[in-house]
């Protein structure tokens, strides 16, 4: 039996396990909702998502826990030492060979197979991590500015908010964003997303970002809303070249549903606010390509670009 290799790739809005071969012969692939402990359902809920698409990925390849050569878990969440023992406790038992890290590190493979220089995963939030050859450093969730899909639209109805006090320049944002919460109003809509019991999570205000876009030609401020986030990334890359001790040109990976496409304007304004020399790369590899490459790696095969493309051509 050819070695076997399996990751997780734990998010938000969903979470997604795959079976590989060093080869990139992809042989099982299962897809649940959110894997991150800090979700409003909390971290038994987490734990039951990753535990039975684990379940469902080894069974749809007739796969035992003890087959697999190397578990590469990638998680939301993962953002301080009691968060990995949580993990460790919980998959620890099923694998003897794993690597339980946060979910912004699995894009890196995906701009340099060797897992060294930087990854920005632009989805329902922003996951940023970095490799050199002095330390690796995932940003946590609480360190950075309101990033992402959630973030964007967070700081939209803010500009709406602000608007309607008088405190901001106005915004096509106030016509657009009260009916999709079925207000008539900023007021309106205010409430329905700051009642007690709203149900306003960051996978649905994610879920609004493609509204927001939509505006990025017309609508100064939502320009500037792209702009802003843009120039904190840029700040956040240049952090991560410092700490991991990367030398210039560092390769930087994008990718993430809110920029799907090379052409999406947060991307745009990225590579307009990016150091010149950064070598920054699109990708529309799913993040799970990534922590199957990091599968590979870490069990002691070598990831090659065949394996990359077929992984990629059959997980888009």
Not at 156 to 178: M, W
């Amino acid at each position: 039996m050819r070695d076997v290799f399996l990751a997780v790739d734990a998010g938000n809005t969903k979470t997604w396990a795959g079976l590989t071969t060093a080869e990139g012969d992809l042989i099982g692939l299962a897809r649940g909702g959110v894997g991150d402990i800090y979700a409003p359902a909390g971290p038994g809920a987490a734990k039951s998502v990753v535990l039975g698409l684990i379940d469902d990925v080894l069974a749809s390849a007739d796969i035992r826990p003890s087959d697999v050569r190397h578990a590469a878990f990638r998680l939301a969440g993962v953002d301080w030492p009691a968060d990995e023992q949580f993990w460790s406790a919980a998959l620890g038992p099923l694998f003897s060979d794993l690597s339980i890290k946060n979910d912004g590190f699995a894009l890196i493979r995906c701009g340099r197979l060797d897992g060294q220089g930087i990854s920005v995963v632009l989805g329902t939030g922003a996951a940023l991590a970095g490799r050199g050859p002095e330390k690796e450093l995932a940003l946590s969730w609480w360190l950075q500015h309101p990033m992402g899909g959630a973030g964007l639209v967070n700081e939209a109805l803010r500009a709406v908010y602000l608007a309607q006090l008088g405190l901001a320049e106005p915004t096509k944002l106030a016509a657009v964003l009260p009916p999709l919460f079925g207000a008539s109003t900023p007021e309106e809509m205010l409430e329905i997303t700051t009642a007690r019991g709203n149900a306003f999570t960051f996978a649905a205000q994610a879920a609004l970002a493609p509204s927001v876009l939509a505006l990025v030609d017309d609508d100064p401020v939502v320009a500037g809303l792209v702009n802003t986030q843009a120039e904190r990334i840029t700040d956040y890359i240049g952090s991560l070249v410092r700490t991991c001790g990367l030398v210039r040109p560092v390769t930087v990976v994008v990718g993430g549903g809110l920029v799907r496409e090379p052409d999406a304007p947060l991307y745009a304004a990225l590579r307009r606010t990016c150091d010149p020399d950064a070598d920054l790369r699109h990708t529309q590899a799913p993040a799970l390509v990534g922590a199957l490459l990091d599968a590979i790696a870490e069990g002691g095969a070598t990831p090659t670009e065949i394996a990359r493309d077929r992984l990629t051509q059959k997980l888009r």
